[in-house]
């Protein structure tokens, strides 16, 4: 028994010749709120349908709760609350009964079963379609009633595969919102394409690509990362790009010419300084004229190409 | 800025197409109207013994009418046009009871009201039998259809309201009759309690479930049911000078039992009955079903044709058991079978797998047994709704013909077909549950089907001592189902069926286990 919410330990999952996933490595806390990214096919799904335990790994080990997957697949499924990516519902039958039915399943006791219900129909923003056949909702309406089905037992840990998919963008926030406040109580497991919605409501985020983990950390130490200096300059090239290394506290200049004279400097610079004003004025100095003057931090986006493109993938 | 200041208007549209004019569906509803008037016109020509140069007689007129409704029955849960939905759920839904209503109880005020006959006791009529009855039932097909697509809360209440209303008093006049006066309850009692349950079960259904706020209408609807049983159990054990247990308490003791149990059904958590509850409604939103009990009605009916051809070729001698010529005259029943069986169980995993509503219910803390099982059971059930279509014909040949015959083999035929359909339902649901393709689960119980006809044929007019026929005897369900109809059942022909549905039902429980091996 750990007192981790999740564990994946040396995952690995073959559909034949296939490699969907291999020998990932993960865990999270109670209470965590998870971005899990990758491309298309990645293996994001795979990885949530074993800790859902609806698919057997080919080895490793996934426990949910403390409990494996594998042997104690009931206490599992009764610790998880899940939404698939395409949210499949019964056409025929209407939203509240539909929760009805899943409350039941999931052995919501009979005396909170209705509260929990309304409370659900609330925080999903689905009340006002609770007589509605499932079968004539929009996509953005499909989605928040697979929410709310995951949400129905109060379970401890939710897996949600693409919440946000097919929703307008403030139907995104409204959700969005809603999963940030299930944290802290509830650990969240959540996949999405969408690098801003994590970056708006994740701390720590997972990515991986072709089955494997290619960097797992917290952003806020993403921030804390030295930022790039930007220098946007016309002259020389070579003879700019000296002055600048020539400064204190800089290292790797990198240089590109843009157009028509106009070079771009990238520089490195050393940690707890911002050499902004002593190169930019250097570089006047010198007789240059300067166009941009900039620091680039590194951001999720850059980071998730940087990653899936394998360059860089400095894990953690 | 906060998503407060954003609460954009609700979303009405759905994004699934549907169609703009239900003009398939007016023209089998106008059809059906036009139908009901003539069959309504050829009964009063009759009744008014009217000289026409073509003779009709009285069944052509109701059997216009009878399918003349069910065509309206079609459009009336088909229509998109709110206001034609709504005509029916008034005019269908609450005047067909009313009318009903009236021809029930205005005869018998008449009637009480006329001066008795010199020579004799005063002669009380009522309509409800054939008309009454029907206006009821018909009534229920109406205002369900109108309850589940009335987006007005107002109109909607109307309907539910007196889908209520109805069914408490069908259901009240028929228990409480029926315990008052035996004769009551053998005759009017029995039809009016199962009615009523019928209107109270769509009910509690339209309220929201015994969920939401069916729970307390289904808890008096189960003490009811209780009361009423502990009624005649103990009037059938205090006795009397003439005996109550048979016949009056036997089928009060079975109305109230039935009422209980049915009400027990609604309210149970238990996740296999919670599963059976939403597969049996899945069968009853599908209009494959409703195919197959028109199926089985026109089967019926051929059957019943030429058992009438054969009854008149015999001068209306026949020898018991009657019910044998009827249910197996021709061949009609078992072929229906081997088309029907796939029809009912294709639907279920390839449906759940193809649309991915299975991973959903795999990923609740439910075991595959119970989800097998529930398919078994729902899937029984309509099958069982599919013969008691028969048991209409068969009351009609005793309405018509005036004259008892032995309904006793009935009681085996039908523990038969339960058993041996649940044989044929395994299989069934077996071979949906390897594929995500109904058309190949069909297909592939189509071919057991085949198998399992195939026996009767193999053996037919073989000598009746080589092994062969021994072994193949026992698998032919026809020779099963002939045989009891005979009224005669070997208990081992049962544990066999039996013991095939436990083969089928262990196989698909560890084909669906299968997926957490691999």
């Known amino acids: ?316 | 800025m906060s998503s407060e200041t954003f609460t954009g208007a609700p979303e009405q549209a759905p994004s699934a197409m549907s169609e703009d004019q239900a003009s398939t569906a007016r023209t089998i509803g106008l059809t059906g109207l036009m139908a009901v008037v003539l069959g309504t016109l050829v009964l009063i020509l009759n009744a008014a013994n009217a000289r026409l140069p073509l003779e009709l007689g009285n069944n052509v007129g109701f059997a216009g009418i009878v399918i003349g409704i069910a065509l309206m029955f079609y459009h009336a849960s088909r229509d998109n046009d709110q206001l034609v939905r709504r005509l029916y759920g008034y005019v269908g839904g609450l005047g067909l009871p009313l009318s009903g209503l009236i021809l029930s109880l205005l005869p018998v005020i008449i009637s009480c009201a006329r001066p008795a006959p010199d020579d004799g006791p005063k002669v009380i009529v009522s309509l409800f039998f054939p008309f009454g009855w029907a206006c009821f039932l018909a009534g229920l097909f109406f205002l369900i259809p109108f309850c589940k697509n009335e987006p007005e809360e107002d109109h909607r209440r109307y309907g539910v309201l007196g889908l209520g209303g109805i069914g408490a008093g069908l259901a009240l006049t028929g228990l409480i009759g029926g315990l008052a006066a035996g004769s009551f309850a053998l005759t009017y009692g029995v039809v009016l309690s199962l009615l009523g349950l019928a209107y109270l079960c769509a009910y509690i259904n339209q309220v929201g479930g015994a969920e939401l706020d069916g729970y307390r209408p289904a808890l008096a609807m189960a003490g009811v049911g209780v009361l009423v049983f502990a009624i005649a159990l103990i009037r059938s054990c205090v006795g009397g000078d003439r005996p109550y247990f048979v016949p009056t308490g036997l089928v009060m003791i079975s109305l109230g039992l039935s009422y209980a149990i049915a009400a027990l059904f609604m309210v149970s958590d238990l996740t296999i009955i919670v599963l059976t509850r939403r597969e049996l409604l899945a069968y009853f939103c599908s209009p494959i079903a409703y195919l197959l009990l028109f199926l089985s009605a026109l089967v019926a009916a051929a059957t019943y044709n030429e058992f009438v051809d054969q009854l008149a070729s015999t001068n209306n001698v026949l020898l018991e058991p009657i019910v044998l010529y009827f249910y197996l005259g021709g061949l009609y029943a078992a072929f229906m079978l081997v088309f029907q069986i796939p029809a009912l169980t294709m639907r279920m995993f390839a449906e759940e797998k193809r649309t991915g509503t299975y991973e959903v219910l795999m990923c609740a803390p439910v075991s595959e047994t119970p989800v097998v099982l529930s398919k078994l059971i729902a899937s029984l059930a309509f099958y069982m709704l599919i013969w008691a279509v028969w048991l209409i014909f068969l009351l009609d040949i005793r309405v018509e013909s005036g004259k008892a015959f032995d309904y006793r083999p009935l009681i085996s035929f039908y523990l038969v077909l339960a058993v041996n359909g649940a044989a044929f339902l395994a299989m069934g649901i077996f071979f949906s549950s390897l594929t995500r393709n109904q058309i190949v689960a069909a297909a592939l119980t189509f071919v057991g089907m085949i198998g399992w006809l195939a026996p009767y044929f193999i053996i037919r007019g073989q000598p009746e001592n080589t092994t062969k026929f021994l072994v193949l005897k026992h698998l032919s369900f026809v020779n099963l189902w002939v045989e009891s109809l005979q009224g005669q059942l070997h208990l081992r022909e049962l544990i066999l069926q039996g013991s095939v549905v436990v083969f089928w039902v262990f196989l698909t429980v560890k084909v669906l286990e299968a997926r957490r091996w691999s």
Request: aromatic share 4%.
């Open chain 1, 1 to 316: 028994m750990s007192d981790h919410a999740i564990r994946v330990d040396n995952l690995v999952k073959k559909y034949g010749p296939v490699q969907a996933v291999d020998r990932i490595h993960f865990e999270v806390a109670p209470g965590e709120l998870v971005g899990f990214l990758g491309p298309n096919g990645a293996g994001k799904t795979t990885t949530m349908r074993i800790l859902t335990t609806f698919m057997p790994a080919t080895s490793g080990i996934a426990t949910v709760c403390g409990y494996d997957v594998m042997n104690d697949s009931m206490k599992v499924r009764e610790n998880i609350g899940y939404l698939p990516e395409s949210v499949p519902l019964y056409p025929e039958m209407r939203v509240e009964e539909y929760l009805t039915y899943r409350a039941k399943l999931k052995q919501v006791d009979r005396a909170i079963r209705r509260s929990r219900v309304e409370t659900c129909l609330e925080k999903c923003r689905v009340k006002e379609v609770r007589r509605r056949l499932l079968g004539t909702l929009s996509k953005g309406y499909r989605q928040r009633v697979g929410l709310a089905d995951a949400l129905i037992a109060d379970p401890k840990v939710l897996i949600l595969d693409e919440p946000t998919s097919g929703l307008d963008p403030i139907q995104i926030r409204q959700t969005l919102e809603t999963i940030k406040e299930l944290a802290g109580t509830h650990t969240v497991l959540l996949s999405t394409h969408i690098l801003p919605e994590v970056e708006a409501i994740c701390d720590r985020v997972i990515i991986i690509s072709r089955g494997t983990l290619r960097w797992d950390g917290r952003l806020t130490r993403l921030a804390e990362q030295v930022p790039v200096l930007l220098l946007e300059a016309r002259g020389p090239a070579d003879d700019i790009k000296q002055v600048i290394a020539k400064q204190p506290g800089i290292k790797n200049v990198t240089s590109r010419e843009l157009d028509d004279g106009v070079s771009l400097f990238e520089a490195d610079q050393e940690k707890g300084h911002d050499l902004r004003e002593l190169v930019g004025r250097k570089v006047f100095e010198a007789g240059y004229t300067v166009r941009r003057l900039d620091l680039r931090r590194k951001n999720l986006e850059a980071l998730y190409t940087d990653v899936v493109l394998s360059r860089d993938a400095a894990s953690n």
